[in-house]
């Protein structure tokens, strides 16, 4: 697998989204009120979600555009099930 533009910000996207995750762990465990801790829910899930945007458009840029010029019709197929498991 190849390193990408992006690998540095989607790395540390991932860590502030764990970070965020394990603070809503903690707010469950402290018992914190449910509407807190569904908003912060929401919150790490747009993290992850852009994060995922990213990686999507890093590899558009990067491993689609090489298939189509080798028409390489097996990672077009692959791309088209990791949208559908992202989605």
């Given amino acids: ?14 860590s502030r989204a764990s970070g965020h995750l394990n603070a809503v762990k903690k707010m469950v465990e402290d018992g914190r009120d449910c509407s807190e801790i569904l ?10 979600t852009n994060t995922g945007k990213i990686i999507l458009k890093d ?26 498991k992202l989605l």
């Avoid at 912060?40 to 992850?48: D, F, M």
């Avoid at 840029?61 to 949208?83: F, G, M, Q």
């Fill in 59 to 84: 590899h558009l840029d990067h491993c689609v555009i090489n298939a189509v010029r080798e028409n390489d019709e097996d990672a077009i197929t692959y791309l088209k099930k990791a949208i559908d």
């Fill in 39 to 48: 908003i912060q829910l929401a919150a790490v899930r747009s993290e992850i």
């Fill in 1 to 14: 697998m190849e390193k990408h533009e992006h690998t540095g910000a989607v790395l540390n996207r991932l």
